[in-house]
């Protein structure tokens, strides 16, 4: 499970501990220390389904190209690969997952339903209810999201269809609150609001669901390696506000900083099976080399930029610091949002983009892929930030782009950093996200469910 899919979940979980509940987690080790953290349980994921890790590559993204080459798909465009096999995985991943339910006795599950389907399919078999926490901007979201990226990757949705449907081996096996507000949630295709309403599906916006301050956080999509600093940026934060200066925080997320494919650190985007546009470092060494450019400086009241670079051990090569730049693998993002971050040069993904305007931070969005481009443009609508988007270019020209790209990174920081009213309109969006309940409403929601009839909720 990638971090921003599960870091919403721990607050949640270490409330329902406190009220004492029994709390259980079927993760990766490299969550380990964020869930404990909670008082929750922890176990392993890839001990609990040896059905699917077993001679596979424990990592997730390396399971899933362990299987593609199984079938011959390594060939495939990412998306449709996992378009072919995610009923083939979830096979695999099924009686594991039955057993575990069993063992640990669970009367209500909680789940991520775009990284968890399995999880659902499993709680309808043994009647047990399931509620959704659906980290993206509501139900509407993926269709949006997907589509954006099929459309940069030279497929449409149809042709994906195409490909998933003719595939043989689909043949041969079987077949939610929401973390945001409404007012800020995508808009649900009518087929898809029919299907959910046949259904019975509720979708229940209840917010950001923002951990106590020093909560741990699942931070990272690399499998291999612990980023790790005893370093401290929050108290850095304060005693530069204290001295007057101001904060620039800049984070581009775990899965482009991370491992992978065609999204991840070392990896381009691929097109009709050619590679194009930024690897995940060129396109965050750009973007913090336009930060730099626009707020980098040697005087002892400059702003304060505190970067979180994620865990490749190359994330500083070639990259000039300025005096004013603080540098960590990983930074407790929203302990220095609270703390009060003047601007946040972001990725965009759902999580980052709902801290930032949970506490009022205005944002410059350099959006990676997925849903990141909607909450970028989402942001220029909102007029909380500006957004660069990344471009899908020829190798040959990759150069000349980045060049780009990085000075859009420097205008935009420039502009949102100096202009008040992208904060207004941020603060604006603050006050009705607190009003949507957050964590004691998910909490209260969770708790009133009748373990005895199974139902599902889908979140927002």
Request: with cysteine; aromatic share 6%; charged share 25%.
């Amino acid at each position: 499970m990638a971090s921003g899919h599960l870091n919403p979940s721990l607050p949640v979980a270490r409330a329902l501990v406190d009220g004492g509940h029994e709390v259980h987690y079927l993760c990766r080790e490299q969550m380990r220390e964020a869930i404990e953290g909670t008082g929750a349980e922890f176990h392993d994921e890839v001990k609990q389904m040896p059905e699917m890790y077993e001679g596979r590559s424990p990592d997730m993204f390396g399971a899933l190209n362990d299987v593609t080459r199984e079938h011959g798909l390594e060939d495939e465009p990412l998306m449709v690969a996992m378009m072919k096999t995610k009923e083939i995985m979830g096979e695999m991943m099924l009686p594991g997952l039955l057993r575990w339910l069993k063992d640990v006795r669970a009367q209500v599950v909680v789940c991520c339903p775009l990284m968890n389907r399995d999880a659902c399919l499993a709680c309808e078999i043994l009647g047990i209810p399931c509620v959704g926490i659906m980290t993206t901007a509501g139900p509407g979201s993926m269709a949006l999201a997907c589509k954006d990226f099929m459309a940069k990757m030279g497929l449409t949705v149809e042709e994906c269809l195409e490909h998933r449907k003719n595939y043989q081996p689909l043949h041969d096996c079987f077949e939610h609150l929401v973390t945001t507000a409404e007012f800020l949630a995508d808009p649900i295709p009518k087929d898809l609001a029919e299907i959910y309403e046949a259904a019975g599906t509720k979708f229940i916006f209840v917010g950001p669901l923002l951990d106590k301050a020093g909560a741990k956080r699942a931070a990272g999509h690399k499998f291999s390696g612990k980023a790790e600093s005893h370093s401290d940026p929050v108290e850095k934060l304060r005693e530069a506000k204290a001295l007057g200066r101001k904060v620039i925080y800049c984070s581009m997320g775990t899965v482009i900083t991370g491992d992978s494919p065609e999204v991840g650190w070392a990896n381009r985007m691929k097109v009709e099976n050619e590679e194009k546009g930024f690897t995940g470092k060129e396109l965050c060494q750009a973007a913090w080399r336009g930060a730099f450019e626009a707020l980098g400086s040697d005087e002892a009241d400059a702003p304060l930029l505190l970067i979180s670079l994620g865990p490749q051990a190359d994330a500083l090569d070639h990259l000039q610091l300025p005096k004013n730049a603080f540098c960590l693998p990983v930074m407790p993002q929203v302990d220095l949002l609270k703390a009060g971050v003047d601007l946040f040069l972001t990725h965009g993904g759902q999580n980052s983009f709902m801290e930032s305007l949970s506490v009022g931070t205005p944002v410059v969005v350099c959006p990676g892929f997925a849903d990141q481009p909607v909450n970028a443009q989402k942001a220029v609508d909102l007029g909380v930030g500006l957004q660069v988007t990344r471009p899908v270019c020829e190798l040959e020209d990759v150069e000349e782009e980045l060049k780009k790209y990085q000075t859009n990174v420097k205008a935009a920081v420039a502009e949102v950093f100096e202009n008040e009213s992208f904060k207004s309109s941020a603060q604006q969006c603050s006050q009705e996200l607190r009003d949507a309940g957050g964590v004691d409403r998910a909490v209260d929601l969770l708790l009133s469910i009748p373990v005895d009839h199974p139902q599902t909720l889908g979140g927002a």
